[in-house]
């Protein structure tokens, strides 16, 4: 099945609004945002179909118009059944000048049998800030699915003013690869990943508040990449996908609080 959703974002009285949105089944779009005074959007991305299957492409793609701020979430884990060929999902999303956009969706659960691929491409302008996560578990562990798919590609690139800065590249094919082995993820099963851009931000402080909250967290792994702009690279292993997305989510809470005090 082929999905489409576009996200239109336009900026009145100070505010986020949703200017236009086009979705077709499964994705629907629903505005979350409980204090409508806040300047950002929050909207969450729903789907009617119990997760990715054999054959499905998903083409996002989301435009913020000049001042924007878009919080984008989702509702559940993105569940990829099993297949006999792949699937595939775009993600493309423009900015103007001094937008905010954050987007950490939930863990992605590949089972058995799954082939799904992720291209994820960012255009930035001046003055932008970004917060882009993901989490990647090993399948349905609790039903004996460890790192059982057959493979998991998600390639992110990330241009500021047309010039490509960041280029992530996740490829995992457990079949070809000892996953367990070192210099992989030598014995943990999940892991996450967390890009923050922002040319305005000083990151010395917000690393250190960032790297006292993750030392107090438990059975997890982690570390820093200086980003090629201002801004930090943040990797974690770990054991289960719901501790590693709310690590993401607080680590993003200190960004915001942060940028706050920069307002």
Same mark, same amino acid.
């Given at each position: 099945?082929? $999905?489409?959703?576009?996200?239109? @974002?336009?900026?009145?009285?100070?505010?986020?609004?949703?200017?236009?949105?086009?979705?077709? /089944? /499964?994705?629907?779009? $629903?505005?979350?945002?409980?204090?409508?005074? !806040?300047?950002?959007?929050?909207?969450?991305?729903?789907?009617?179909? /119990?997760?990715?299957? %054999?054959? !499905?492409?998903?083409?996002?793609?989301?435009?913020?118009?000049?001042?924007?701020?878009?919080?984008?979430?989702?509702?559940?884990?993105?569940?990829?059944? =099993?297949?006999?060929?792949?699937?595939?999902?775009? #993600?493309?999303?423009?900015?103007?000048?001094?937008?905010?956009?954050?987007?950490?969706?939930?863990?992605? +659960? /590949?089972?058995?049998?799954? !082939?799904? @691929?992720?291209? &994820?491409?960012?255009?930035? +302008?001046?003055?932008?800030?970004?917060?882009?996560?993901?989490?990647?578990?090993?399948?349905?562990?609790? &039903?004996?699915? #460890?790192?059982?798919? @057959?493979?998991?590609? =998600?390639?992110?690139?990330?241009?500021?003013?047309?010039?490509? *800065?960041?280029?992530?590249?996740?490829?995992?094919?457990?079949?070809?690869?000892? #996953?367990?082995?070192?210099?992989?993820?030598?014995?943990?099963?999940?892991? +996450?990943?967390?890009?923050?851009? !922002?040319?305005? +931000?000083?990151?010395?402080?917000?690393?250190?508040?960032?790297?006292?909250?993750?030392? %107090?967290?438990?059975?997890?792994?982690?570390?820093? @990449?200086?980003?090629?702009? &201002?801004?930090?690279?943040?990797?974690?292993?770990?054991?289960?996908?719901?501790?590693?997305?709310?690590?993401?989510? $607080?680590?993003?809470?200190? *960004?915001?609080?942060? &940028?706050?005090?920069?307002?």
């Amino acid at each position: 099945m082929i $999905a489409d959703l576009h996200i239109e @974002t336009k900026l009145r009285d100070g505010c986020t609004h949703l200017k236009k949105v086009y979705a077709t /089944p /499964p994705f629907k779009i $629903a505005d979350v945002r409980e204090d409508k005074r !806040d300047k950002t959007l929050q909207l969450m991305m729903m789907s009617s179909s /119990p997760g990715i299957l %054999d054959g !499905d492409e998903y083409r996002i793609k989301i435009d913020l118009e000049e001042g924007c701020a878009l919080d984008l979430q989702t509702q559940s884990y993105q569940r990829i059944f =099993n297949m006999q060929g792949c699937a595939l999902q775009q #993600v493309e999303v423009h900015t103007s000048k001094g937008v905010s956009f954050q987007y950490l969706p939930h863990p992605s +659960a /590949p089972h058995e049998k799954s !082939d799904f @691929t992720a291209k &994820n491409k960012i255009y930035l +302008a001046n003055n932008c800030r970004l917060i882009w996560g993901e989490v990647l578990t090993c399948g349905r562990k609790l &039903n004996g699915e #460890v790192f059982l798919f @057959t493979k998991y590609h =998600n390639l992110t690139e990330i241009f500021l003013n047309g010039k490509l *800065i960041i280029k992530e590249n996740l490829l995992m094919q457990p079949k070809q690869i000892d #996953v367990s082995s070192i210099g992989q993820l030598e014995g943990y099963t999940h892991q +996450a990943s967390l890009i923050y851009l !922002d040319e305005k +931000a000083g990151n010395r402080q917000l690393k250190e508040n960032i790297n006292s909250f993750l030392a %107090d967290q438990t059975n997890i792994q982690y570390g820093f @990449t200086e980003a090629p702009k &201002n801004g930090i690279i943040i990797r974690i292993l770990g054991q289960k996908g719901e501790q590693l997305h709310s690590c993401l989510k $607080a680590i993003a809470g200190l *960004i915001n609080t942060k &940028n706050m005090a920069y307002a």
